[in-house]
C-alpha cells in the first residue's frame, strides 16, 4: 500500500516568513513528487514537481527531495496571505506504464497579515 | 491554451441514482486519470484512461466506470450511488510521452447524494 504522509496542520506562519511543508512516502518506486496548492472550494493547482535528489527552486518556492529518507518538503520564502491554502503532496508512480498520483491529505498554512 | 474543463459544476441526486460526469482534457494532453476527494482529504485516484483504454484502477468498486472518447475526453460513471460517494470528483489530464506525469486538474465536479 503507497503511502504519503503528512502534518495535517495548521501551519501558521507570518506574512513574509518562511513556510516550511513536509512529506514522506512509503514507496520507494516513486520516481517523481509534486506539489499541489488548493484554495477552499477549488481543484489543486500544480506548484512544482521534482524527481532528482537535491534543491528546485521556482521563485518563492524550493522543493526538496532526499530519496534516501524518503522524505520531500516544499519552502515558501517570504509567505504572502494569498499563500494560506492547503498544500497537497503526491507521489508519482510510472511502473508497469501507468501514471498513478498518490496523495497525502495535506497540510493547510495560514499566514497571517 | 485551453485548460482541463469538467461537467457540471454541481451534482444533487438521491441514493440509488446513476450519475455521468464529463471531463475534456487540456490541449496537446492525451491521458486522463478520475480522483476523488472526500472533505478534508487528499484526492484518490479512481482509474486512469489513455488510447480509450483503463489503463490502471484504483482501489473502488465496480459501480465506477469510466470511457474515453477519441477526441480524448472522458466520462466517469456511477451506478446504485450511495451517500458516502459524496465528493469533489476531479478529472486530470497529462501528456503519456512526458516522463514525469505532470498532471493538470480541472475545477471538479461536486456529487451531492442524497
Known amino acids: 500500500q503507497k503511502e504519503v504522509e503528512q502534518n495535517s496542520g495548521p501551519l501558521s506562519v507570518p506574512e513574509g516568513a518562511i513556510a516550511s511543508l513536509n512529506c514522506t512516502y512509503s514507496d520507494r518506486g516513486s520516481q517523481s513528487f509534486f506539489w499541489y496548492r488548493q484554495y477552499s472550494g477549488k481543484s489543486p493547482e500544480l506548484i512544482m514537481f521534482?524527481?532528482?535528489?537535491g534543491d528546485k527552486e521556482d521563485g518563492r518556492f524550493t522543493a526538496q527531495l532526499n530519496k534516501a529518507s524518503q522524505y520531500v518538503s516544499l519552502l515558501i520564502r517570504d509567505s504572502q496571505p494569498s499563500d494560506s491554502a492547503t498544500y497537497l503532496c503526491?507521489?508519482?508512480?510510472?511502473?508497469?506504464?501507468?501514471?498513478?498520483?498518490?496523495f497525502g491529505k495535506g497540510t493547510k498554512l495560514s499566514v497571517i497579515p | 491554451d485551453a485548460g482541463v474543463t469538467q461537467s457540471p459544476t454541481h451534482l444533487i441526486k438521491t441514493r440509488g441514482q446513476q450519475v455521468t460526469l464529463r471531463c475534456s482534457p487540456k490541449s496537446g494532453h492525451d491521458t486522463v486519470s478520475w480522483y476523488q476527494q472526500a472533505l478534508g482529504q487528499g484526492p484518490q485516484f479512481i482509474f486512469q484512461?489513455?488510447?480509450?483504454?483503463?489503463?490502471q484502477r484504483g482501489n473502488f468498486p465496480d459501480r465506477f466506470s469510466g470511457h474515453q472518447f477519441p477526441n480524448y475526453s472522458s466520462e466517469l460513471n456511477v451506478n446504485a450511488l450511495l451517500l458516502g460517494d459524496s465528493a469533489l470528483y476531479l478529472c486530470?489530464?497529462?501528456?503519456?510521452?512526458?516522463?514525469?506525469?505532470?498532471?493538470?486538474f480541472g475545477p471538479g465536479t461536486r456529487l451531492t447524494v442524497l
Open positions: 484512461y489513455y488510447e480509450e483504454e483503463e489503463r
Open positions: 521534482i524527481y532528482s535528489n
Open positions: 486530470a489530464s497529462n501528456f503519456r510521452g512526458l516522463s514525469y506525469n505532470e498532471q493538470f
Open positions: 503526491a507521489g508519482g508512480d510510472s511502473g508497469a506504464g501507468s501514471y498513478q498520483l498518490t
